[in-house]
C-alpha cells in the first residue's frame, strides 16, 4: 500500500483547536497553583506557625506566576500550530518541574506533604504528550524525586523540617526514600498508563468525529459525485488510521461490483479484475446488510483474490454495506497492513460514513435519471413537433395555392370554405405551437442556461416586429425605456417570448383607434415594465383565473377574437423562471395593464 | 423557364409547390429521399433545388446539403455545388435553431418557412435564379 499523508497532516486536522484548549486550562491551573503556594505558605507560617523557608517559597510561587505570564504573552505572539506546538509543552514541563522540585525541596524533600502534587502533574502531561513520551517524562520525574532526595541526605543542599513532629533524620533513611520513591513511581506509572488509554479514545473519536463531519461537507459540497466518493474513502481511511479504502458500487446486473472511488492502493492492485459476487463471499455477506471483519485476509477462504491481498499488503478488511433506499448500493472497504485490526466500533464508524456516500450516490443516480427523462421527453416534444405540424403544414400551403387561384378559378362559395378551412387549420397551428412552448416551459432543468443582459434591445426588436401590425389596425404602439442598459437574469428566447405575447395580445384585444404603452422603468433594485392597452379589458370576476391553462375570458371569446389561452400561463411561468413576479390590472371594456418586475442585476 | 428539383417526402408540400412553380412557368421534378434526390441532381442537373429540412429522420434535409455543398474537391458532387439550395424549413421560435447561409454549418442559400406562402416562393426562386446569371 502506499504510504499515507504525513501525521502532521493528520494532527493539524483533527487536533489543534483541543490543544489550545487543554494549555489555556492548564495556563489557569497554573494561575491558582502560584497563587495557593503564596497563600499556603502564609497561611503555614503564620497561623499553623510551621517553619517554613517563607522567602523561599514566596519567591517560587512568584516565579510560578511569572513564568505563566510569560507563556500567555508568548502564545498571544503566535498562534499554535501543529509543529509550535511541541516547544512549548517541553517548555511548559520543564519549567513546572523545576518549581515543582524547588518547592518540594522548601517543604522537606522526601518528606515534602506536597509529593502528591508531583504525581498528579503527571496527568497533565499524559494529556499534553501522547504516548511513549509521557513515560519517559515520568523516568525523568523519578530521577529527580530520587536526586533530590540523594542529594539532602549527603549534606549537599540544606533539608528544611517543615513539619516539626516529624523524626528529624528520617530524610536520610534510606528505607523512607525507597518506599517514598517507590509509591511515587508506581502511582506515577497508573495514572500514565489510564491516562493514556483515556486520551487515546478521546483523540480516536475526535479523529472519528472529524471525518463523519468532512464527509457530511463533502456530500454536499458541488464536488462530482466521484470526487465525492473519493474523498469520503480518503476519509474512512484516515478516521481509523488505516492506509487504504476503496467504495465500490453494483453494476446494474447485480452481479459484480465497479470501482468506484479508491485511496491508498496501488494501480496493479486495482486493476486486478472485476470482483464478481459469486465469487466473492466477502462482498455477499457485506452486501447482505452485515459488516464484515477479515482479521487475516490473505488466509481468508472469502475473498476472491488472496493472492494480490497479499502482494498488496493487506492483511485485514473491513468491508460495510453501503445502503441505498432501495437496498444496497455496494460497500465501502477499508484495508489496514497489519491483522486484526478492526472491532466492531470501527464497524460502527464505517457504517456512519458509508450512509454520506449512499446519500451521494442516490443524489447523483436521481439527477442522472432525470436528466435521462428530460431528453427523452425532449426528443418526444421534437418528434411530435414534426409529426403534428407537418401534416397541418402541408395542408395549409395547399389551402393557399387553391386561394390565389393556382389550381383554377374558384367560386364564390369555394373560397368561402376554403377560408373557413384556412383559419380552423391556422388555429390548430398555433394551438400546436402553444402546446409544445409550453410543454417546453415546463421542462425547466434542460433549458439554456439564464444569462445576464440587457432588457432594452429585445423590447424594442419585439415592438418593432409588432408595428405593422398595429399600424394596420390602427393602434398606437409607444415604447419608452431609459437609455442606461437594465440588466436582468434571464434567456432572449425568453423575454421574446414574454414580451411577444404580452405586447401582441394587446395590441390584439385592442379595437381600431386605441393604444398600446410599453413603458420600462429601474424601481429600487428592479425593473418594472408595464403594458397598459386601451382594449377589451378582462372582467374583475375572470381576473384571478387569468394565469390559468386554456383559460380564455368570456368577452374574449365573444369579441370573436381568436386564441389559444396558452400564453399567458407561458408568460407566467416564464417570469417566475427569470426569478421575477407578474401582475394584471383591467378594467372590462376600458383596457388592460400588465406589469412585469424583475431583479436588476448590476453591471 | 427553369428546372426546378423538390426533394421533400411529404406529397402535399411537392403539389403546393408544383402548382405555383409551374404557374410560373418553371418545371418541377421530384424526388422523395435524400438518396433518390443526390441521385436526380447528377441524372437531371437541375437549375435550382428546393430541399425539405426533415424527411425520414431528423437530419436528412442537412446531409443532403452538406453532400452537395462539401469542401472535399474530390466530392462527386463537386460539379453540382454552384446549384442554388432553397430549405423548407418548420422554424419556429421553439426550437430555437439559428443558421442562415453565412452559417459554416448549414451550406444552403434561401430558407422559406412551412407553410408556404406561393408568392414568397415565387420570389425567391426568381432572386436565386437571376443571381446565377
Same mark, same amino acid.
Given at each position: 500500500m502506499e504510504t499515507p499523508d504525513s501525521s502532521a497532516d493528520l494532527i493539524a486536522t483533527y487536533l489543534p483547536e483541543d490543544a489550545t484548549e487543554d494549555i489555556r486550562r492548564i495556563v489557569t491551573t497554573r494561575w491558582l497553583m502560584g497563587g495557593l503556594v503564596l497563600a499556603a505558605t502564609a497561611f503555614c507560617a503564620h497561623v499553623l506557625r510551621l517553619p517554613l523557608p517563607e522567602a523561599g517559597l514566596y519567591l517560587t510561587g512568584l516565579v510560578i506566576l511569572a513564568y505563566n505570564a510569560l507563556l500567555v504573552w508568548l502564545i498571544r505572539q503566535r498562534p499554535l500550530r501543529a509543529g509550535s506546538l511541541r516547544w512549548t509543552v517541553d517548555l511548559q514541563i520543564g519549567l513546572d518541574w523545576l518549581a515543582m522540585v524547588f518547592f518540594l525541596h522548601l517543604t522537606g524533600g522526601i518528606t515534602s506533604p506536597a509529593i502528591p502534587f508531583f504525581v498528579i502533574h503527571m496527568l497533565l502531561v499524559t494529556i499534553l504528550l501522547p504516548g511513549r513520551s509521557a513515560y519517559l517524562y515520568l523516568g525523568l520525574a523519578v530521577a529527580l524525586l530520587s536526586l533530590l532526595a540523594l542529594l539532602e541526605r549527603s549534606g549537599l543542599l540544606p533539608h528544611y523540617?517543615? %513539619? #516539626?513532629? $516529624? #523524626?528529624?533524620?528520617l530524610y536520610r533513611d534510606l528505607n523512607y526514600i525507597g518506599a517514598q520513591v517507590g509509591f511515587f513511581t508506581l502511582a506515577s506509572c497508573a495514572i500514565v498508563y489510564l491516562a493514556t488509554a483515556i486520551m487515546a479514545r478521546l483523540r480516536e473519536r475526535e479523529r472519528q468525529i472529524g471525518a463523519l463531519f468532512e464527509a457530511t461537507q463533502a456530500v454536499s459540497s458541488t464536488l462530482s459525485p466521484n470526487e465525492v466518493l473519493e474523498r469520503l474513502a480518503r476519509n474512512a481511511a484516515h478516521a481509523l488510521s488505516m492506509p487504504g479504502a476503496a467504495i465500490r458500487l453494483l453494476a446494474e446486473d447485480g452481479k459484480s461490483l465497479r470501482l468506484t472511488a479508491a485511496y491508498g492502493l496501488s494501480r496493479a492492485y486495482l486493476d486486478k479484475g472485476p470482483v464478481e459476487l459469486p465469487r466473492s463471499r466477502l462482498d455477499r455477506e457485506a452486501l447482505s446488510g452485515q459488516p464484515v471483519i477479515v482479521s487475516d485476509a490473505p488466509r481468508d477462504e472469502r475473498i476472491q483474490y488472496p493472492r494480490e491481498v497479499e502482494e498488496e499488503g493487506i492483511r485485514s478488511i473491513l468491508v460495510v454495506p453501503i445502503a441505498g433506499r432501495r437496498g444496497p448500493l455496494g460497500v465501502l472497504r477499508i484495508y489496514s497492513d497489519k491483522p486484526n485490526s478492526f472491532t466492531l466500533s470501527d464497524a460502527g464508524f464505517a457504517l456512519a460514513i458509508a450512509r454520506q456516500g449512499a446519500a451521494a450516490i442516490e443524489n447523483a443516480l436521481a439527477y442522472e435519471a432525470l436528466q435521462k427523462s428530460e431528453q427523452a421527453r425532449a426528443q418526444f416534444v421534437r418528434t411530435v413537433t414534426h409529426e403534428l405540424r407537418a401534416p397541418v403544414g402541408g395542408a395549409q400551403s395547399l389551402l393557399r395555392v387553391m386561394l390565389r387561384g393556382l389550381a383554377g378559378d374558384l367560386t364564390e362559395q369555394q373560397r368561402d370554405i376554403l377560408n373557413r378551412l384556412e383559419v380552423r387549420l391556422d388555429s390548430l397551428m398555433t394551438l400546436i405551437n402553444d402546446l409544445l412552448e409550453l410543454a417546453a416551459t415546463k421542462t425547466? %432543468? $434542460?433549458?439554456e442556461p439564464l444569462i445576464e443582459m440587457p432588457l432594452q434591445p429585445v423590447v424594442q426588436r419585439v415592438v418593432d416586429l409588432l408595428t405593422h401590425e398595429a399600424a394596420e389596425k390602427p393602434v398606437a404602439l409607444t415604447l419608452e425605456m431609459p437609455p442606461e442598459p437594465l440588466v436582468v437574469h434571464a434567456t432572449e428566447e425568453g423575454l421574446v417570448r414574454i414580451f411577444s405575447n404580452l405586447i401582441g395580445n394587446a395590441v390584439k384585444y385592442t379595437p381600431a383607434g386605441g393604444q398600446v404603452q410599453v413603458k420600462a422603468a429601474k424601481v429600487n433594485s428592479g425593473v418594472e415594465i408595464r403594458v397598459a392597452d386601451t382594449g377589451i379589458g378582462i372582467p374583475a370576476d375572470e381576473l384571478p383565473r387569468l394565469w390559468q391553462e386554456f383559460f380564455r375570458a368570456r368577452n374574449a371569446k365573444q369579441a370573436g377574437i381568436s386564441g389559444t389561452g396558452l400564453g399567458l400561463s407561458i408568460v407566467k411561468q416564464l417570469v417566475e423562471q427569470f426569478g421575477g413576479t407578474i401582475h394584471a390590472e383591467s378594467v372590462e371594456g376600458e383596457g388592460t395593464t400588465f406589469t412585469i418586475i424583475l431583479p436588476l442585476r448590476e453591471k | 423557364m427553369a428546372k426546378i428539383l423538390i426533394i421533400d417526402d411529404d406529397p402535399d408540400m411537392v403539389l403546393a409547390a408544383r402548382l405555383c412553380l409551374e404557374r410560373a412557368g418553371h418545371t418541377l421534378i421530384e424526388a422523395r429521399n435524400g438518396t433518390e434526390g443526390l441521385e436526380k441532381v447528377k441524372t437531371e442537373n437541375p437549375d435550382l433545388i428546393i430541399l425539405d429540412v426533415m424527411m425520414d429522420s431528423t437530419t436528412e434535409g442537412f446531409h443532403v446539403a452538406l453532400a452537395l455543398r462539401s469542401r472535399d474537391p474530390n466530392s462527386e458532387y463537386a460539379a453540382y455545388a454552384h446549384i442554388p439550395i432553397i430549405m423548407l424549413t418548420a422554424i419556429h421560435s421553439t426550437l430555437s435553431l439559428r443558421f442562415g447561409p453565412e452559417e459554416d454549418y448549414l451550406p444552403v442559400d434561401e430558407f422559406i418557412d412551412k407553410p408556404i406562402d406561393p408568392d414568397d416562393l415565387v420570389n425567391k426562386v426568381e432572386k436565386l435564379l437571376n443571381k446565377g446569371k
Open positions: 523540617n517543615v %513539619i #516539626p513532629a $516529624l #523524626p528529624s533524620e425547466a %432543468i $434542460l433549458r | -
